[in-house]
């Protein structure tokens, strides 16, 4: 079964910066899309940045710049590098894997299109 956990949420003034790790668990699959989501109360939950086995990334256009999606060699720990923070990026941030290649819907950053997800972490930016 696979696991994610995520990790490196927290507080931090707006500019600084942050690291977030989700820790693959439970699958072996050679091919995999895998990507970070964040959600506000009473909000859907939206897509950050996507990557794919071969390390393709795609983001969204609020993170773009800013954000850094990128995976370890083994595939099994994704990171979400969080620069340049503003307090529009607070939120609660999913890890998200699919076994299956990335393909239109993942890459559009779909949550439908993701079966497995971590618990989340919170980060808070404050002025």
């Known amino acids: 079964q696979v696991q994610l956990a995520e990790s490196g949420g927290g507080s931090v003034q707006a500019g600084g910066s942050l690291t977030l790790s989700c820790v693959a668990s439970?699958?072996?699959?050679?091919?995999?899309?895998m990507g970070w989501f964040r959600q506000i109360p009473g909000k859907e939950r939206e897509g950050v940045a996507v990557i794919d086995s071969t390390d393709r990334t795609r983001y969204a256009n609020s993170v773009k710049g800013r954000f850094t999606i990128s995976q370890d060699n083994a595939k099994t720990t994704l990171t979400l590098q969080l620069n340049s923070l503003e307090l529009e990026d607070t939120a609660m941030y999913y890890c998200?894997?699919?076994?299956?290649?990335?393909?239109?819907?993942?890459?559009?950053?779909?949550?439908?299109?993701?079966?497995?997800w971590g618990q989340g972490t919170q980060v808070t930016v404050s002025s």
């Open positions: 439970g699958y072996t699959y050679r091919r995999h899309c």
């Open positions: 998200a894997a699919d076994t299956n290649d990335c393909y239109s819907g993942s890459w559009a950053l779909r949550v439908e299109d993701f079966a497995y």
